[in-house]
């Protein structure tokens, strides 16, 4: 699995959703600040009416798998986060797979070579 940085600071989740752009879908969104780093910054986060902490803490964790699967294609692109929301827990594995790919090409974060899958 490629390595990728965190990103864990307030001040830095609060810089990339003010300044950063935005694609979605009813699965997640993502933001993307670009910046030129040599590797790209990742950060997690839930919506507060996605349910109790649990449930929260799931999504989370279902974000970071999504990502990891992803993660050697991802072009420097700068900072980003995902936001999951409620859907993430009870969507079908594949279907959020597709999800992750189809936001991150919008994006403009996978390399070239894997976009054409």
């Avoid at 109790?52 to 986060?81: M, Q, T, W, Y």
Wanted: hydrophobic fraction near 40%; proline fraction near 3%; aromatic fraction near 6%.
């Amino acid at each position: 699995m490629a390595q990728f940085h965190r990103l864990k600071k307030r001040s830095d989740f609060g810089r990339v959703f003010r300044l950063g752009r935005t694609v979605g879908d009813r699965n997640m969104v993502l933001f993307v600040l670009s910046c030129e780093t040599v590797m790209p910054r990742v950060g997690f986060t839930t919506q507060r009416s996605a349910g109790s902490a649990v449930k929260r803490n799931r999504i989370r964790r279902r974000l970071r798998a999504l990502f990891s699967i992803f993660a050697e294609e991802i072009s420097p692109c700068g900072d980003l986060i995902l936001l999951g929301k409620k859907p993430v827990l009870t969507e079908d594995w594949d279907v959020l797979v597709r999800s992750m790919r189809k936001l991150l090409l919008r994006a403009g974060c996978l390399k070239k070579e894997r976009q054409s899958l």
